[in-house]
């Protein structure tokens, strides 16, 4: 008998909660399996969000991509954001082979996020640095290696927003 390998569908790599990864992070863990967390609004797709994926999955073997929700993202990025709601936002991104595991949660930083999960590396784009990454001192406390990932920051939803306004259509 020939088993044929079913092919994961983009929105079963959706997790609703992420108290419901921690198992699944565990059990990977457990395997000898290193897991990368990265976390951001995503908010209109680019390739600056492409490339910071693909590098944060190239340094281990499973990426967890936590999305900020709908009024996360307003607080971080102001009124009129995020564009796209946060179910779209995470289906968008669970369709990429390289990402494993998609999630949401609704605080301005991933402090709380990264304690529950527990991740063995934490990446964020190259926008960041050691001394202005917000979850500096959580994950400092726990061991946790940060990376930052992806090209230099040239790319931006808001400067894709105000080429679209500044064009004249029709």
């Not at 000898?32 to 590098?55: A, I, S, Y």
């Given at each position: 008998?020939?088993?044929?390998?079913?092919?994961?569908?983009?929105?079963?790599?959706?997790?609703?909660?992420?108290?419901?990864?921690?198992?699944?992070?565990?059990?990977?863990?457990?395997?000898?399996?290193?897991?990368?967390?990265?976390?951001?609004?995503?908010?209109?797709?680019?390739?600056?969000?492409?490339?910071?994926?693909?590098?944060?999955?190239?340094?281990?073997?499973?990426?967890?991509?936590?999305?900020?929700?709908?009024?996360?993202?307003?607080?971080?990025?102001?009124?009129?954001?995020?564009?796209?709601?946060?179910?779209?936002?995470?289906?968008?991104?669970s369709g990429f082979w390289f990402v494993d595991y998609v999630t949401s949660f609704g605080d301005e930083t991933a402090d709380a996020l990264i304690k529950k999960l527990e991740?063995?590396?934490?990446?964020?784009?190259?926008?960041?640095?050691?001394?202005?990454?917000?979850?500096?001192?959580?994950?400092?406390?726990?061991?946790?290696?940060?990376?930052?990932?992806?090209?230099?920051?040239?790319?931006?939803?808001?400067?894709?927003?105000?080429?679209?306004?500044?064009?004249?259509?029709?």
């Amino acid at each position: 008998m020939v088993v044929v390998p079913r092919k994961v569908r983009s929105k079963d790599k959706i997790v609703a909660s992420p108290g419901s990864l921690k198992p699944i992070i565990q059990g990977l863990r457990s395997q000898g399996k290193q897991v990368v967390l990265t976390n951001g609004c995503f908010d209109l797709l680019h390739v600056g969000h492409l490339r910071c994926l693909e590098d944060a999955r190239a340094r281990g073997d499973f990426l967890v991509v936590a999305v900020n929700d709908d009024k996360s993202c307003e607080k971080n990025k102001g009124k009129g954001y995020p564009v796209i709601p946060v179910e779209e936002r995470m289906e968008l991104l669970s369709g990429f082979w390289f990402v494993d595991y998609v999630t949401s949660f609704g605080d301005e930083t991933a402090d709380a996020l990264i304690k529950k999960l527990e991740p063995d590396v934490y990446a964020k784009g190259t926008d960041y640095t050691a001394r202005t990454l917000p979850e500096r001192e959580v994950l400092k406390e726990l061991g946790i290696k940060p990376v930052f990932v992806g090209d230099k920051k040239g790319h931006s939803s808001s400067k894709i927003i105000a080429r679209i306004r500044k064009k004249k259509f029709g």
